[in-house]
């Protein structure tokens, strides 16, 4: 068994990411790692997302659809516990090669990446609803 073809074997497939000469590597780890990592984590993202509303008190569910979306943001850039396990989430499905390059330059494509989470969030905003434990 070889962990980085394991890996990349059981990411989806994105068939509007573009390649071109002329993108920078950011964007190119952006279309080949990130996107396809965070499709396929995108169920995992929804369901974290949900505990961290249930563990603050529910409050996200009273707000109006554009308060919910400043609520994701805030959550994603100012909660750096939340941040963090979001990262640790997309990092964990890295190959080491795929790694060895996040290393070079964590600190773009780390808002790389939490904007497609974000995004990714958002575009889910409408299966968000109380869990009750």
């Known amino acids: 068994m070889n962990r980085?073809?394991?890996?990349?074997?059981?990411?989806?497939?994105?068939?509007?990411?573009?390649f071109s000469n002329s993108m920078s590597d950011d964007e190119r780890f952006q279309n080949a790692t990130l996107r396809p990592i965070i499709k396929l984590q995108g169920d995992l993202f929804v369901e974290v997302f949900k505990n961290y509303v249930n563990k603050h008190k529910n409050v996200f569910f009273g707000l109006s659809v554009e308060k919910q979306i400043d609520y994701i943001e805030n959550a994603i850039q100012k909660d750096m516990k939340f941040r963090n396990s979001l990262k640790g989430m997309v990092i964990g499905q890295f190959t080491v090669e795929e790694y060895r390059f996040y290393i070079t330059n964590s600190s773009a494509l780390n808002k790389r990446m939490m904007h497609l989470v974000k995004e990714k969030l958002i575009s889910n905003i409408q299966v968000f609803h109380p869990i009750f434990v």
């Not at 394991?6 to 990411?17: F, G, K, T, W, Y």
């Open 4 to 18: 980085s073809t394991d890996l990349l074997e059981c990411r989806p497939q994105i068939s509007s990411a573009l």
